[in-house]
Structure formats: structure tokens, C-alpha cells
């Protein structure tokens, strides 16, 4: 995988680069849709790739082993020729599903031992098996095991948690090196900073993950509940001192303003849930601001969902069509709106590129931010 | 509306032809997508148009008229314009959801007096008023209000409700006539055949609808339970009466097979849940037969759904991961299930076109019909 940084702007410590992979370019600041289980929830591959414009998809290593498993994976060739997808995939560790899905886990020196949320069934996952299993799906960027702090958290523990993802990362890596690619394409191996939101933790963290001179460097433990302030500041300590020359990803982040901020700090890559689980809600993000689509106010309003060109069914169906839809439960009204607000995710990564390339970035993004957060 | 038969089968009563509305020619015989809500389930306009070939769709009048309603429907300018969906639409009546979704209804003479199903809201549905309802869509077709009887069903309770089926008809036509399109485009309004499963009553039933010289002719009342032979018989009865220049259209019907056996008695055009609904719970239809892909067996079935060109989805995806995405309940395994099964019908029918231009109509459904059947 190579990394090239094509523009700094010079108002903030945003970069556009470009991430070579050997499923493709992808270009940064890059928003990856969550493919949970192998699949984009209610988008077809066609029309990620087709009207959404994704170069990159994330899965989720809990899910995909647990179903379809690592035994169906192999033998489907892994993820991508499984889910018919030939651009690049990230996998995470499978960690923070284990600490969120599953209510009978246990955490030791050896890893996560976890019962199955799905049928109980008894499982562990340790830094070693984790890069086993992410080098089954055959993911283009492989994620460490680590332990991803709630908030709030004691500084005892979010220190003890950290030096354990960093005992971990060391197995980790230790194993990825002796192992090799199942299926002909080269894999990446992203060390996580941790540390909860103390300052001194992150930049230890991050000088501690910054040594081990990976393709790509990720944030991780941000975006669990903590105020908005303390996420920045804690992604600032940390994009400092990680690497200049490697991509830094900060893992489920978050609403669009978050996003734009963070860029501003130095990140480039991104992942949420957001846009699809809020789109099935009948939540849109546009240009203009959040629409909640099942309010009483667009019935009749048989305008474009968004008038901008930020998605081929913004234009094409109405807010009363598609309010109509989602208080229906047709899943057409889930299907438009995670195409929309995907689509309007990609469009402002795009607008960012654009922005950081002609150094207006900074005052883009200033102008920007009220919008994103109005409620129409 | 112009109807234009181009061929007529030598081996059975089957017909090729042409039917020409307002919004696009539509050759026949036809199966028209469900799209009850104002949405075929869980599939977009632009899929319905490119990826399944969809020349007509059918909307459901109870459902339309209870959300979004009337109101909305008139200020959106019609069904075509809300749903952004410019081509042909047909509309059912209404009183056969009425009678199948509604626990709390009456019939009487001026019609179904009955409770939402949604929210226990009181409505009357009468001949007229359907009419009404149905300008407003504004469908293309318009169906007459009829009583659609059960089986099994007594032979006076099944001429009673023929004869009122009738006189409804009557009412229907007098304020369809004297009542005029609202957008524009120009609709039609076709009668219904009841009689439920005796000879004597279709007959009566069919000699009368024809009478009224409507442009079109639906049947109704069958596949509602009675065994397939009975429908035959009673469609054959029917389709020998009805006039031969006029598009004859079986409503709810149905299998494939059920669908090529009709084609054979003289049927034009078609309407069931069946490929989506099936769809959606894991049963696909393929030129070679059944399969239900919930199945153990096809787990590490890596080979395309369905190795003929019947579905662009078919190809693209693996059994494997169609059964991976309905298994863990995706709601891409839903889409892709329901792209594939009406892309198939809708490649039945232009299969049984080609061999009603041919002369090979017959040979080649009693060659498909085992097939078709078979459970893989």
C-alpha cells in the first residue's frame, strides 16, 4: 500500500492524498460505508460504487466471523469475491463489537472470551486470531486488537487498557509479519491509539504506535459519549506527533460536522454508522442542513429531497414521497435515504479535497459547520 | 388505450400483443410488479425500469387511499408524479384488501363500510367512490369494485355477490363516464368476472361484463384457495366468452406455472406478490426449478443464483451470499431475492412472447412446466 500527500492546506493541518491499495485508488479524505456483515445495510454493490461513489467499504470482523464465518469466507476466495466488491475493504478487529454486542464477556491478558450474540455460542479472540481471521476475509487494511475504553473511564483503567492494546499490538504485529496474504493481494496492518480522553495517555499512545512504522495509523476510543471538545482536543494530541506520511484513521467518526473538524486536524479517513442506521430512521443530512423526514411539515412538500447535486435520488424523489415511504415502512424509504445521505457523505469528502487542493478548506469548513448542524 | 394482438398461438388459445397508454406501450402477455404502498418492495424506479425490464406496475387503492391519501396524492399530481414513476400504472379497486386486511367490515348494497387496518379509522368504499379514488391516482387502469367471494364458497352466496358485483359495475361505469381524467393522460376502466367456481355463474358473469364494451377485462375470484385445475377450468370458461380484441387480465395470479397455463387459456396480463413476497422469505425462482436458499445445502454454493440470463442480480451474486444476507435477515439479501425472481417472470414472459410469434407456444410450456416446478 503507498500513501501520497498531494496537498496541505495552509489554514489548518488538513491533507488530501491519495491511498494506493491493490483493489484500487482511493482518494482522502475518505469516508468508508460500514458493510457490517458483508453488505452496505439495504445498498447493492452497483449502486455503492455506481451512486454513492465509494472506494472503500468497511466490515466488521465480529460479524463476519460469527456468520458467514471464516470456514465459508476461505472458501468463497474471502470477503470480496464473496460479496462481489473488487474495491478495497477494512476490517476492524472485531474488539469493539465484542465490548457493544456481546453481554457475556470476559477481557484477560490473552484477549476477549465472549459468547456469540446470535446463538450463545462460546468464542475468543485474541491479537493473534484477529489478524488469522482478517487475513481469511482477505480485508485490504487490517485492524489491531484493542481495547476501546467506554467514557467515562478512570484514568487506573484507561491506563491499564492502554498498555494492554499495547502489549496486544506487539503480538499483533509479531504475528501479521509471520504470516502472509491468503489470496495474492498485499494487506496492511493499522496500529490503534488508545487512551481515553488524558492527554498524556494519547501522546504516550501515540508515540508507542507511531514506533512500530505501520502503513497507516488509527484513533480509536473517541466518539463513546465524550463532550465533542475533548474528541478534538484528544484527536489533535494525537495527530501531532502519529506520522506524517501515513494515513490516520479515526474510527467511527461520527456527524458531518465532526468529520469536517477532524480533517482540520490532520485525519483522512472515516467510518459511521451514521448515514445508513439515521437514513432507516428517516433522518437526512444535506447541504442545507438535517431534515427529520417524518415530520408533519413535508407531507406536502413535494420538492426534490435536496436540491443540490450532492445525490442522484436527492433529485429524484420528493420529501413527501419519501416521508410517505418511511412512515409506510416500505424499505424503499430506508433504501433512498442511506443512498442520499451516503452519497451527500462522499460529496462533502469530495468538497473537502477540492477545498484543501485551493487552501480554502479552513473558511469552507467555518462556513460550513451552522449549515451542517441546522435543523430544517 | 389501443389493444393490437400480433399473433395468435396455433397450439392453444395464447395471444401476443400490444397495448398502448398514455405513458408507453406495453407488450403482452404482461406481469405487472406490485407496488401496493406507492413502492414495489424494497425495489427502486430506476431498478424496476432498467434492471428488471417493468413495463406497467399495479398500485393498490386501499392502501393508497389510507396513506399517504388522497389529498396528498391530488397536490403531488397523481401517483406517476409521487412516486416518480412515468410509466403505465394499473390500480385494483380496493375491495379485495378491504376484505382481506380489514377485521371490521360490511357489505351492503352501496358498497364496503370498513375500519383501517392501520389506525381503526371508519371508511366507505362504494362503486363511485373508487372511481374517484382512482382518478385521482391516476392509473392508467382503473378496476371496477367488486366482491371477490372466498372458497370454498355456496352457490347462492356466489350469485348473490355475482349479481352484485354487477350492479356495482353498472353504477361504476355510469360515474366513470360521467367523470373525467384529472392530469391529462387518459384512463380506462375495466370490468370484473366473479361467478367464483361455477360454470353457469362465469359464464353469466363473463356475457355481461362483456356487454359493457369496456376496454379491457379482468377476472377475479380465482387463486384464492380452489384447486389449480378449477381455475383453469373456470378462466377457460371465461376467456371463450370475453372479447377477443380486448386485453383479458387475471388478477393475484400467480405461480409461473399458473401463469403459462393461463397464458395458454387466452390470458394477456398478470399481477401477484408472489416474486417479491417469496423473495423476500428466501424462495427464488430460476429456469430450472425452486430453490429455497435458507437451505443448508447451499451455504458453500458458490456459483451465481442463477447461471441463465434471466436477472442481472442472478449473475452477479453467489447462492452462498444470498443465503448469508437472508439468513442474518440484510435487507440486500430481500433486494437481491426480489430483483431476481420478477426479473425471472419477467423473463417468462417475454420467453412466452417469442414462442407465441413462433408457434411453439404450447411445446414449450409443457416442456417448462415440469422445470418450473422442480425443487432444487
Redesign the interface.
Known amino acids: 500500500m503507498k500513501f501520497r500527500i498531494d496537498h496541505r492546506d495552509l489554514g489548518s493541518a488538513a491533507r488530501a492524498g491519495e491511498l494506493n491499495t491493490d483493489h484500487g485508488v482511493i482518494q482522502t479524505p475518505v469516508f468508508m460505508p460500514v458493510g457490517t ?10 449502486e455503492l460504487k455506481e451512486q454513492i461513489g465509494a472506494k472503500i467499504i468497511l466490515g466488521n470482523s465480529y460479524h463476519l466471523y460469527l ?2 464465518g471464516t470456514e ?1 469466507l476461505n ?3 474471502g470477503l470480496h ?4 466488491w473488487n474495491l478495497p475493504i477494512l476490517t476492524d478487529s472485531g474488539g469493539y463489537q465484542v465490548f457493544s454486542l456481546s453481554n457475556n464477556r470476559k477481557i484477560t491478558e490473552k484477549g476477549y472470551a465472549f459468547r456469540s450474540h446470535i446463538d450463545g455460542s462460546k468464542h475468543i479472540f485474541t491479537p493473534e486470531s484477529v489478524v488469522d481471521i482478517q487475513r481469511i476475509i482477505g480485508s485490504n487494511i487490517i485492524m489491531a486488537l484493542d481495547e476501546c475504553t467506554p467514557y467515562p473511564c478512570e484514568y487506573e483503567y484507561a491506563k491499564n487498557s492502554m498498555e494492554l492494546t499495547h502489549r496486544w499490538l506487539e503480538r499483533g504485529i509479531i504475528h501479521f509479519e509471520a504470516s502472509r496474504p491468503i489470496y495474492g493481494h498485499s494487506q496492511s496492518f493499522f496500529p490503534i491509539v488508545q487512551g481515553s480522553v488524558y492527554t498524556d495517555l494519547r501522546k504516550q499512545s501515540a508515540e508507542m504506535i507511531s514506533s512500530f512504522n505501520q502503513e497507516g495509523n488509527a484513533i480509536g476510543g473517541l466518539s463513546v459519549g465524550e463532550p465533542e471538545e475533548q474528541m478534538y482536543e484528544m484527536c489533535e494530541v494525537v495527530t501531532q506527533i502519529l506520522p506524517q506520511d501515513k494515513p490516520r484513521y479515526l474510527m467511527g467518526v461520527g456527524t458531518p460536522a465532526n468529520i469536517l473538524e477532524s480533517i482540520a486536524l490532520g485525519v483522512d479517513m472515516f467510518d459511521c454508522v451514521m448515514p445508513t442506521r439515521n437514513g432507516r430512521n428517516g433522518m437526512l443530512f444535506t447541504s442545507n442542513g438535517i431534515i427529520n423526514i417524518k415530520n408533519e411539515k413535508w ?2 412538500d ?1 420538492s426534490p429531497i435536496d436540491e443540490t447535486e450532492t445525490s442522484g ?1 436527492g433529485k ?3 420529501k ?2 419519501l416521508r ?2 418511511i ?2 415502512k ?7 435515504a442511506s443512498i442520499h445521505n451516503l452519497s451527500f457523505y462522499m460529496w462533502l469528502m469530495n468538497e473537502a479535497r477540492d477545498k484543501i487542493a485551493n487552501n480554502t478548506f479552513a473558511d469552507w469548513k467555518n462556513k460550513m459547520l451552522p449549515k451542517l448542524k441546522t435543523r430544517l
Chains 1, 2 share one sequence.
Not at 330 to 336: T, V, W, Y
Request: charged share 20%; net charge positive.
Open positions: 456483515v458483508g453488505s452496505v445495510k439495504g445498498i447493492s454493490q452497483n456468520r458467514p465459508i472458501r468463497a476466495g469475491k464473496f460479496m462481489s407531507k406536502d413535494f435520488v429524484q424523489y420528493s413527501a414521497y410517505h415511504l412512515n409506510a416500505e424499505m424503499l424509504g430506508a433504501q433512498i
